[in-house]
């Protein structure tokens, strides 16, 4: 099975800064023959469903504001928030959807 | 814009059978893969399985010998039975859409208690 592993569990981010949160594969989620990395980013507020950020590592999805990037490739991805906003506390979670779809524990995203 | 909606019994005695439809609208359940999520109180989200309109799937190895998804193309739906559930099984479970996109469109969710 491919292990996910997130880090920092919790982050304080004053608003107006960047906020990044690390998540780390067990085995390499980069397909060689599309070069493409199976890694997706979901925010998810209390009481709603995960909403889909980022797919491909690096894709943001339709309506998702611009301050949310994703980056990195084969093992090891960051998910970068450039300026947060007070609608950004959340609970961010990664997801490698290479052939299985396990998810990251999450990082608790708050306002110093 | 696809919808997903879950449904099924809130409570669920221990070593019973949990039994779960989500009814896709605004799209064609002939398409895409059909994924079941689950999330603890409090806690983290766990994978469960999914499965193609063909019928073929795949589950989560902690879970696939208590898991059996199936899919009705004809009513739009796929279902999930987890068996012998104990109170570790009580949840807040998802449906949700996959692709090469990742999983884009969920359903709400329904908490499921197990609980005598």
């Known amino acids: 099975d491919i292990v996910m592993t997130q880090s920092p569990d919790s982050l304080a981010v004053s608003l107006g800064e960047r906020a990044t949160i690390n998540c780390k594969s067990s085995q390499s989620l980069l397909d060689s023959s599309n070069s493409k990395n199976f890694l997706a980013w979901y925010q998810q507020k209390p009481g709603q469903p995960p909403k889909l950020l980022i797919y491909?590592?690096?894709t943001r999805e339709s309506g998702v504001p611009d301050r949310f990037s994703g980056s990195g490739s084969g093992t090891d991805f960051t998910l970068t928030i450039s300026s947060l906003q007070a609608e950004d506390v959340a609970v961010y979670y990664c997801?490698?959807?290479?052939?299985?779809?396990?998810f990251g524990g999450g990082t608790k995203v708050e306002i110093k | 814009q696809v919808q997903l909606q879950e449904s099924g019994p809130g409570l669920v005695k221990p070593s019973e059978t949990l039994s779960l439809t989500c009814t896709v609208s605004g799209g064609s359940i002939s398409t895409f893969y059909w994924s079941w999520i689950r999330q603890p109180p409090g806690k983290g989200l766990e994978w469960i399985g999914y499965i193609f309109h063909s019928g073929s799937a795949n589950y989560n190895p902690s879970l696939k010998s208590r898991v059996t998804m199936s899919v009705d193309t004809s009513k739009n739906q796929f279902s999930l039975r987890l068996s012998s559930v104990t109170a570790a099984d009580t949840a807040v479970y998802f449906c949700a859409r996959g692709s090469g996109n990742a999983s884009g469109s969920w359903g709400q969710g329904i908490l499921v208690t197990v609980s005598s």
């Open positions: 491909w590592a690096s």
């Open positions: 997801q490698q959807y290479y052939g299985s779809l396990f």
